[in-house]
T-cell receptor
Framework: RKEVEQDPGPFNVPEGATVAFNCTYSNSASQSFFWYRQDCRKEPKLLMS???SGNEDGRFTAQLNRASQYISLLIRDSKLSDSATYLC??????????FGPGTRLSVLP | EAGVTQFPSHSVIEKGQTVTLRCDPISGHDNLYWYRRVMGKEIKFLLH????????ESGMPNNRFLAERTGGTYSTLKVQPAELEDSGVYFC????????????????FGNGTRLTVT
């Protein structure tokens, strides 16, 4: 079993739609969590950190449920430019950053 | 501020040859990481430096891979001799503070080196 698992995708949604990505992690000692986005043939770029209380950045909302070892990312009012692969990342001291396989999103006009 | 830079951006070599990848982290970032993504797989950790010291090299596939970070600045990753399965994208990333900060210090990635071994 992978340490970080994500929805397999791909997600194809129309512009303006709301889309949610799910991520689970198996290592209960994981301490910090992040969402990265990766465009085709580019490097991953930090989208947002995920805080225990949940956090929002514009159209993006991240949630963390430590009891269920579950992380989510909600994108509201999808834009064409949101099309990318979204990577869920867990950090555990001593094991470094562990990446999920990613979920690909295509926002369609 | 200049980002993480990697060189070369692409490298095509034959099996058995040697390749050296270079990474210049963001200035002042003590933590430097090497990651690799092979086709169809998730990004996998290779190695972590804190300044010039190897903090964790548990992800290095085998002894054909050698990473150095002399002086705690730039880092090199040498593959010698290269095998077909070494093909993939090698990412370098750096972060500013020790990752034990309560909320962690996120990684800043370079553009990656796409390595093709034929």
């Amino acid at each position: 079993r992978k340490e970080v698992e994500q929805d397999p995708g791909p997600f194809n949604v129309p512009e303006g739609a709301t889309v949610a990505f799910n991520c689970t992690y198996s290592n209960s000692a994981s301490q910090s969590f992040f969402w990265y986005r990766q465009d085709c043939r580019k490097e991953p770029k930090l989208l947002m950190s995920v805080y225990s209380s949940g956090n929002e950045d514009g159209r993006f909302t991240a949630q963390l449920n430590r009891a269920s070892q579950y992380i989510s990312l909600l994108i509201r009012d999808s834009k064409l430019s949101d099309s990318a692969t979204y990577l869920c990342v867990a950090y555990n001291y001593g094991q470094n950053f562990v990446f999920g396989p990613g979920t690909r999103l295509s926002v369609l006009p | 501020e200049a980002g993480v830079t990697q060189f070369p951006s692409h490298s095509v070599i034959e099996k058995g040859q040697t390749v050296t990848l270079r990474c210049d982290p963001i200035s002042g970032h003590d933590n430097l990481y090497w990651y690799r993504r092979v086709m169809g797989k998730e990004i996998k950790f290779l190695l972590h430096f804190v300044k010039e010291s190897k903090q964790d090299e548990s992800g290095m596939p085998n002894n054909r891979f050698l990473a150095e970070r002399t002086g705690g600045t730039y880092s090199t990753l040498k593959v010698q001799p290269a095998e077909l399965e070494d093909s993939g994208v090698y990412f370098c990333a750096s972060s500013q503070a020790h990752p034990m900060r309560p909320r962690g210090s996120p990684l800043h990635f370079g553009n990656g080196t796409r390595l093709t071994v034929t």
